[in-house]
């Protein structure tokens, strides 16, 4: 087995940076009832399905340029570099 990846915190990637300042601009008046009124589509839009997995994502928070932050986050944090070495049976986790 191989050591551990390194992984970048979260909080300090351009992906965070952005986040944060689309839910400043437009975060803090989102409106849940209201997405759903004007995106009749929405349950469909935010919802995802893998093998044994269903995440419904549109009861949150969230809209398209909050999931592409987030995405984009994951790739800066290197979240498939380290989903690669847990499926080939390397070190994700030291402690």
């Known amino acids: 087995m191989s050591a551990p990846l390194a992984s970048l915190r979260c909080d300090r ?7 944060k300042g689309h ?3 437009h975060g803090r008046e989102f409106d849940l009832r209201e997405a759903f009124a004007r995106d ?16 419904d994502l549109s009861k949150n928070l969230v809209d398209v340029a909050s999931l592409h932050f987030l995405l984009d986050m994951a790739h800066e944090c290197g979240l498939p570099a380290q989903r690669d070495a847990m499926l080939r049976g390397d070190t994700v986790n030291a402690t």
């Open 13 to 19: 990637t351009q992906a965070w940076a952005a986040l």
């Open 23 to 25: 839910y400043e601009a």
């Open 40 to 55: 009749p589509g929405r349950c469909a839009r935010f919802s995802f399905e893998a093998p044994e997995v269903y995440a």
